[in-house]
């Protein structure tokens, strides 16, 4: 069983979700994961919250008629965004992960999908579609810095930030 806890969000207090258990909304996630083919959307949330038995039932205004509906969605985006794992490293130490993680939706390029963190590590069009996604972000990293001349490739900047963090703990 996964153990979850929520990542640093300001949103998370603003919608009162912090003071929920991420244990809870967690454990209901996955269950929705399995009923969704491992692919949650934010509709699918929302749909879920209209049962009041849902823990993710608190968190949403109920009018889906107004423009409260596109807060709920966001919420929702908060929700999946901001829950993590807690596991064991191979070193023995818990260590935390997130637990969802935003995909294109195969069928529907423009939209979003949510993937659980154990079908992107043994799904290889998942982890796919994943390293696409950080690759397009490294890109536009790299385009909005373009300006300051002085700053090395995007890939060497990480390697000596990781070298700089690796020194410092030693």
């Given at each position: 069983?996964?153990?979850?806890?929520?990542?640093?969000?300001?949103?998370?207090?603003?919608?009162?979700?912090?003071?929920?258990?991420?244990?809870?909304?967690?454990?209901?996630?996955?269950?929705?994961?399995?009923?969704?083919?491992?692919?949650?959307?934010?509709?699918?949330?929302?749909?879920?919250a209209?049962?009041?038995?849902?823990?993710?039932?608190?968190?949403?205004?109920?009018?889906?008629?107004?423009?409260?509906?596109k807060?709920?969605?966001?919420?929702?985006?908060?929700v999946?965004?901001?829950?993590?794992?807690?596991?064991?490293?191979t070193?023995?130490?818990?260590?935390?992960?997130?637990?969802?993680?935003?995909?294109?939706?195969?069928?529907?390029?423009?939209?979003?999908?949510?993937?659980?963190?154990?079908?992107?590590?043994?799904?290889?069009?998942?982890?796919?579609?994943?390293?696409?996604?950080?690759?397009?972000?490294?890109?536009?990293?790299?385009?909005k810095?373009?300006?300051?001349?002085?700053?090395?490739?995007?890939?060497?900047l990480l390697?000596?930030?990781?070298?700089?963090?690796?020194?410092?703990?030693?």
């Open positions: 069983m996964n153990t979850y806890v929520w990542g640093d969000n300001p949103a998370l207090r603003s919608e009162g979700i912090r003071d929920t258990d991420p244990q809870i909304v967690g454990e209901r996630i996955e269950h929705l994961l399995s009923e969704h083919n491992n692919r949650l959307t934010p509709e699918d949330i929302l749909n879920d209209k049962n009041a038995e849902s823990p993710l039932h608190v968190f949403f205004q109920q009018s889906l008629e107004d423009k409260a509906y807060w709920d969605l966001q919420v929702a985006r908060v999946m965004n901001s829950l993590r794992i807690v596991y064991v490293n070193s023995g130490d818990d260590d935390v992960k997130y637990a969802l993680y935003s995909a294109r939706q195969e069928d529907d390029r423009r939209k979003r999908e949510y993937l659980h963190t154990d079908l992107v590590e043994i799904n290889e069009g998942a982890r796919a579609s994943i390293v696409e996604q950080c690759e397009a972000q490294l890109r536009a990293l790299q385009r810095y373009k300006f300051l001349e002085k700053l090395p490739s995007m890939a060497t390697e000596d930030i990781e070298k700089k963090k690796d020194e410092e703990q030693e």
